[in-house]
Nanobody, 114 residues
Framework: QVRLVESGGGLVQAGGSLRLSCAAS????????MGWYRQAPGKQRELVAT???????NYADSVKGRFSISRDNSKRTVYLQMNSLKPEDTAVYYC????????WGQGTHVTVSS
């Protein structure tokens, strides 16, 4: 069974930056084709960034140019660098495969104050 543990969230002022981490562990772990998702209060979970096995990235329009997804295969960790944060980025952030293959982790809370 694969376990995903997200970390790095916190409270930050608008315009600030955070770097989220997602560590994967388990019997068989592949961090190919991973994505970062977020869920704001009262809203559905949305996919904001993806990183394919060939290293191509894709971003939701709302975060394009501000967020950057990357991975370290040796650490089985996926990162999300978030810059120029806005209050509307406030959410719980999760990682998973693009097909939501693994069980969800507990997420990491990001709060952006205005």
């Amino acid at each position: 069974q694969v376990r995903l543990v997200e970390s790095g969230g916190g409270l930050v002022q608008a315009g600030g930056s955070l770097r989220l981490s997602c560590a994967a562990s388990g019997t068989i772990v592949s961090i190919d084709n991973m994505g970062w998702y977020r869920q704001a209060p009262g809203k559905q979970r949305e996919l904001v960034a993806t990183l394919a096995s060939g290293a191509s990235t894709n971003y939701a329009d709302s975060v394009k140019g501000r967020f950057s997804i990357s991975r370290d295969n040796s650490k089985r960790t996926v990162y999300l660098q978030m810059n120029s944060l806005k209050p509307e980025d406030t959410a719980v952030y999760y990682c998973n495969t693009i097909t939501r293959l693994y069980n969800w982790g507990q997420g990491t809370h990001v709060t952006v104050s205005s």
